[in-house]
């Protein structure tokens, strides 16, 4: 497993975590506060993915005279169109999903433009991520 | 990545050449050592340069290296 896929698998994991913990929380407090900020706040337990930008620090550079090369080059590329394709699609979802359900003359709180923004930069990293892993490959062997 | 019609004779060449390990095939050609074990396993179809590179790693012609296969009836 070279250095780019075990920061994927971080970013994997990472996710996984915070989307279980935000889920959970979040079951657990719409019961008391129904649909308000309070409970979407459960999210904020997303945070839990920025832990693995230490990863490029904990992970070494791979061994090797050579560290990347074209085919590295190509994966990358990809996986940034990916996470770029998937973070446009989710900002085009959450523009149009409330102008559709709530129509046009519906007012909506300004904090749902930030919660818009960090949503869309977690899908990019997680599609990243995912992506990588599957050209790579998930494991040891599979990757090599 | 994904298979192809693209042989290739690496693995045959590199025990052929006093065993020569991958990683020794990757610092000749130029890439890292996982590319060596993509395009051996027919997973990685490697640019025209990179072919030529692991040719000249190899010490044979191209062709005797990569063998394209058509499928076609």
Known sequence: MNRVQKIAWSIVITTLLGLALSLITFARLYPKYGGTPKTFAAFSFMGIVGLSMFSPIIFREDKGTVKFDERDKLIQRNAAWAGFAMSNLFFALACFIPFYILGANTLIRVNWLP?????????????????????????????? | MENNQLKNQIRKLRFERGEMTQQ?????????RQTIIAIEAGKYSPSLTLAFKLADALQMRIEEVFQYEDEKP
């Open chain 1, 115 to 144: 919660s818009i923004y960090v949503g869309a930069t977690l899908i990019y990293f997680i599609t990243w991520a995912v992506a990588i892993l599957v050209q790579y490959g998930w494991g040891d062997k599979s990757g090599e």
């Open chain 2, 24 to 32: 020794e095939l990757a610092d000749k050609a130029g890439v890292t």
